[in-house]
Protein backbone atom coordinates (compact mmCIF):
# COMPACT_ATOMS: atom_id res chain seq x y z
CA UNK A 1 0.00 0.00 0.00
CA UNK A 2 1.02 3.26 -1.16
CA UNK A 3 0.66 5.71 2.21
CA UNK A 4 1.68 9.65 2.38
CA UNK A 5 2.09 11.38 5.72
CA UNK A 6 2.40 15.18 5.95
CA UNK A 7 3.48 16.66 8.93
CA UNK A 8 4.51 20.06 10.63
CA UNK A 9 1.56 21.93 9.32
CA UNK A 10 0.41 24.73 12.07
CA UNK A 11 -0.35 28.10 13.42
CA UNK A 12 2.37 30.77 12.84
CA UNK A 13 2.16 34.78 12.96
CA UNK A 14 2.83 36.49 9.46
CA UNK A 15 6.45 36.40 8.39
CA UNK A 16 7.29 33.07 10.32
CA UNK A 17 8.52 29.76 9.00
CA UNK A 18 7.00 26.52 8.93
CA UNK A 19 9.03 23.45 7.44
CA UNK A 20 6.78 20.74 5.99
CA UNK A 21 7.80 16.95 5.78
CA UNK A 22 5.76 14.12 4.10
CA UNK A 23 7.09 10.64 4.59
CA UNK A 24 6.54 8.21 1.99
CA UNK A 25 5.92 4.35 1.62
CA UNK A 26 5.24 1.56 -1.09
CA UNK A 27 6.42 3.16 -3.70
CA UNK A 28 9.68 3.84 -5.22
CA UNK A 29 10.35 7.39 -4.27
CA UNK A 30 13.40 8.12 -6.06
CA UNK A 31 12.00 7.36 -9.36
CA UNK A 32 8.47 9.85 -8.33
CA UNK A 33 8.19 13.48 -9.20
CA UNK A 34 6.92 14.88 -5.81
CA UNK A 35 4.98 18.26 -5.39
CA UNK A 36 3.42 19.95 -2.71
CA UNK A 37 -0.69 21.54 -3.77
CA UNK A 38 -2.50 23.40 -1.16
CA UNK A 39 -6.14 24.12 -1.36
CA UNK A 40 -8.53 26.73 0.65
CA UNK A 41 -12.55 25.76 0.90
CA UNK A 42 -14.11 27.22 -2.36
CA UNK A 43 -10.64 27.24 -4.28
CA UNK A 44 -9.36 24.65 -6.72
CA UNK A 45 -6.25 23.05 -5.27
CA UNK A 46 -3.31 24.65 -6.84
CA UNK A 47 0.15 23.50 -7.33
CA UNK A 48 2.87 25.42 -4.63
CA UNK A 49 6.34 23.75 -5.75
CA UNK A 50 7.60 20.87 -7.60
CA UNK A 51 11.03 18.31 -7.74
CA UNK A 52 11.74 16.08 -10.48
CA UNK A 53 13.90 12.60 -9.47
CA UNK A 54 16.98 14.51 -10.21
CA UNK A 55 16.67 17.53 -8.26
CA UNK A 56 14.75 20.30 -10.11
CA UNK A 57 12.33 22.44 -8.66
CA UNK A 58 9.49 25.00 -10.05
CA UNK A 59 7.44 26.83 -8.16
CA UNK A 60 4.51 29.20 -8.40
CA UNK A 61 4.96 32.40 -8.79
CA UNK A 62 3.65 34.03 -5.50
CA UNK A 63 6.24 31.68 -3.19
CA UNK A 64 9.04 32.20 -5.16
CA UNK A 65 11.61 32.96 -3.21
CA UNK A 66 9.93 32.35 -0.04
CA UNK A 67 9.89 28.17 -0.25
CA UNK A 68 12.19 25.70 -0.54
CA UNK A 69 11.17 22.15 -1.75
CA UNK A 70 13.80 19.48 -1.12
CA UNK A 71 13.59 15.36 -0.68
CA UNK A 72 15.71 13.32 0.79
CA UNK A 73 15.63 9.81 -1.20
CA UNK A 74 17.50 7.77 1.54
CA UNK A 75 14.29 8.95 4.21
CA UNK A 76 11.74 9.00 1.32
CA UNK A 77 10.98 12.10 2.57
CA UNK A 78 9.66 15.55 0.73
CA UNK A 79 10.47 18.98 2.45
CA UNK A 80 8.79 22.29 1.88
CA UNK A 81 10.81 25.23 3.67
CA UNK A 82 8.36 28.16 3.96
CA UNK A 83 9.21 31.51 5.03
CA UNK A 84 8.56 34.72 5.13
CA UNK A 85 4.61 33.02 5.43
CA UNK A 86 1.52 35.55 4.81
CA UNK A 87 -1.40 35.57 5.56
CA UNK A 88 -2.68 34.63 2.16
CA UNK A 89 -0.71 31.25 2.51
CA UNK A 90 -2.98 30.29 4.66
CA UNK A 91 -4.32 26.47 3.30
CA UNK A 92 -4.44 23.12 3.70
CA UNK A 93 -0.95 21.73 1.96
CA UNK A 94 -1.06 18.49 0.24
CA UNK A 95 1.47 15.88 -0.81
CA UNK A 96 1.50 14.67 -4.13
CA UNK A 97 3.94 11.60 -5.52
CA UNK A 98 3.30 11.06 -9.84
CA UNK A 99 5.25 8.80 -12.39
CA UNK A 100 3.68 8.64 -15.56
CA UNK A 101 -0.50 7.14 -14.42
CA UNK A 102 0.11 6.56 -10.91
CA UNK A 103 -0.49 9.23 -8.95
CA UNK A 104 -0.61 9.29 -5.13
CA UNK A 105 -2.26 12.13 -2.46
CA UNK A 106 -1.35 12.79 1.64
CA UNK A 107 -3.70 13.50 3.50
CA UNK A 108 -3.16 17.09 4.14
CA UNK A 109 -2.01 19.62 6.56
CA UNK A 110 -3.39 22.83 8.02
CA UNK A 111 -0.95 25.78 7.49
CA UNK A 112 -2.58 28.89 8.93
CA UNK A 113 -0.93 32.03 9.06
CA UNK A 114 -2.46 34.65 11.42
CA UNK A 115 -1.43 37.00 13.89
Known amino acids: QVHLVESGGGLVQPGGSLRLSCAVS????????MAWHRQTPGRERELVAR???????VYTDSVKGRFAISRDNTKKTVYLQMNSLKPEDTATYYC?????????WGQGTQVTVSS
Open 96 to 104: NAELGSANY
Open 26 to 33: GISFSVYR
Open 51 to 57: ITSPGNT
